[in-house]
């Protein structure tokens, strides 16, 4: 030491450089490698599964309705009042299970149903009346529902309902207005899918068994207890396929999906429909997305084989009560990456969302506002939508 | 700012790349060899 400090050498000040540049170049590695493609290659690999679920020549789906309920404020304040989005949904006092008089949060299926089990599924009105005078704001009850008429490659068609709504009486109203009473009856519809067990999905059960209490139908696992109840209570004595999670095709060109997972109200399970449309591509349908519509693409180009993207419809749940976050703005944003060429949303996608995929310049297919639908900037009821190969 | 000073943060650099990329890259493969090495034995 006392000889290199001789030759005028510091070993000292060595050693600092040395800390100074090991730390920076440990950190600048770091950050470098963070924004490089190479990172990538310590991800777990997910191979595609490529099922193939066959093709279909085009679907057009109506829309019986989409106005679940008229008046957000109503439903969150009887949220709010039952205890918040993760109390039992049976038990708010809404249609159809009030009990007399019913009291906001203070109810069960079992005091609910037994006051209209005689009513059903031939006398709707007269369980509707009940309703009328003892629910908790019935006037707040629609529904969503949509009828998917697929044509195959041999030219046959099938139709599907994808679910059954909300009201007795509003669904009713809509089922005969769309002419889905007597397509029922005359046994034209062949599957009868539900896409999970929220009250606006599931509750209008009776009205589709009043008009074929043998249709074929599909519910996804994850059914509670009242849920299981209230189809044998219905007076359905069909097929119930339960559907366990994962992709179940139904014939081709056609297959649903089931993402267990648990939404609010205490309901668990959500079944999607994914189409395959021979030279356009995957249409995706869904009654109210709840795990979401990066994860509802996603699935498809995980699980099954197909070509592109072409259209997706239903509730897209971003914003449904008409609040804005945004993080939503990174969801409208993200959505590009699918290149949808057709999408027809409504219900729990939000007016205010709709609006900001026009903005944005994705394909969105208008609508004409008639039946208390509130806007034309997405598909309200009586509105259809086709997806087909062009030419 | 000496010359020691230079010459330690250069090499510093040079060895805190290095000692990055053996643990990005090195341990990684270094415990599939260990994997691979049970699996025979």
């Given at each position: 030491m006392a000889e290199d400090e001789k030759k005028g050498l510091s070993r000292r000040d060595f050693v600092k450089g040395l800390i100074v540049g090991g730390a920076a170049g440990t950190l600048g590695s770091m950050g470098l490698y963070s924004y490089s493609p190479w990172r990538k290659s310590h991800f777990a690999k997910l191979a595609a599964k490529n099922i193939d679920i066959g093709e279909c020549k085009s679907l057009k789906i109506t829309n019986v309705s989409e106005t679940s309920w008229f008046e957000n404020k109503k439903l969150m304040g009887d949220i709010k009042g039952s205890g918040g989005l993760l109390v039992n949904q049976y038990t708010y006092n809404w249609p159809p299970f009030a009990e007399k008089k019913g009291e906001l949060g203070k109810g069960s299926y079992e005091k609910g149903i037994k006051e209209i089990k005689q009513w059903l599924p031939n006398?709707?009105?007269?369980?509707?009346?009940?309703?009328?005078?003892?629910?908790?704001?019935?006037?707040?009850?629609?529904?969503?529902?949509?009828?998917?008429?697929?044509?195959?490659?041999?030219?046959?068609?099938?139709?599907?309902?994808l679910?059954?709504?909300?009201?007795?009486?509003?669904?009713?109203?809509?089922?005969?207005?769309?002419?889905?009473?007597?397509?029922?009856?005359?046994?034209?519809?062949?599957?009868?899918?539900?896409?999970?067990?929220?009250?606006?999905?599931?509750?209008?059960?009776?009205?589709?068994?009043?008009?074929?209490?043998?249709?074929?139908?599909?519910?996804?696992?994850?059914?509670?207890?009242?849920?299981?109840?209230?189809?044998?209570?219905?007076?359905?004595?069909?097929?119930?396929?339960?559907?366990?999670?994962?992709?179940?095709?139904?014939?081709?060109?056609?297959?649903?999906?089931?993402?267990?997972?648990?939404?609010?109200?205490?309901?668990?399970?959500?079944?999607?429909?994914?189409?395959?449309?021979?030279?356009?591509?995957?249409?995706?349908?869904?009654?109210?997305?709840?795990?979401?519509?990066?994860?509802?693409?996603?699935?498809?180009?995980?699980?099954?084989?197909?070509?592109?993207?072409?259209?997706?419809?239903?509730?897209?749940?971003?914003?449904?009560?008409?609040?804005?976050?945004?993080?939503?703005?990174?969801?409208?944003?993200?959505?590009?990456?699918?290149?949808?060429?057709?999408?027809?949303?409504?219900h729990c996608t939000g007016i205010t969302c709709a609006k900001k995929f026009i903005e944005a310049g994705y394909p969105v297919v208008r609508g004409t506002a008639r039946f208390r639908s509130k806007d034309t900037a997405y598909l309200g009821n009586g509105d259809t939508i086709e997806f087909k190969a062009a030419g | 700012m000496s010359n020691e000073y230079k010459i330690g943060i250069f090499v510093g650099i040079i060895a805190g790349i290095l000692l990055y990329f053996v643990v990005v890259w090195a341990l990684p493969i270094m415990s599939k060899w260990n994997w691979m090495l049970s699996k025979i034995a």
């Open positions: 006398h709707l009105d007269k369980a509707w009346q009940f309703q009328v005078e003892n629910a908790v704001h019935p006037e707040n009850a629609g529904g969503f529902a949509c009828l998917i008429d697929v044509e195959l490659l041999d030219g046959s068609r099938k139709k599907i309902l679910d059954s709504g909300w009201s007795f009486d509003w669904m009713d109203k809509c089922f005969q207005r769309e002419g889905i009473d007597k397509m029922l009856a005359r046994r034209e519809i062949d599957y009868f899918v539900v896409s999970h067990e929220h009250f606006d999905h599931f509750w209008g059960l009776p009205v589709t068994v009043k008009y074929n209490p043998e249709i074929p139908m599909l519910i996804p696992e994850g059914f509670y207890t009242e849920g299981m109840q209230y189809i044998r209570d219905c007076g359905y004595r069909g097929k119930l396929t339960v559907v366990k999670p994962g992709l179940n095709p139904v014939f081709p060109g056609f297959a649903t999906y089931v993402f267990a997972i648990p939404i609010i109200c205490r309901v668990y399970g959500e079944q999607s429909l994914y189409f395959n449309v021979k030279d356009a591509g995957m249409v995706s349908v869904t009654g109210c997305c709840h795990q979401s519509i990066i994860q509802f693409a996603e699935t498809a180009q995980k699980t099954i084989k197909y070509k592109k993207n072409f259209g997706v419809y239903g509730g897209l749940h971003i914003s449904p009560f008409e609040d804005w976050d945004p993080k939503y703005d990174d969801l409208v944003f993200s959505l590009k990456k699918y290149q949808f060429e057709k999408i027809g949303c409504n | -």
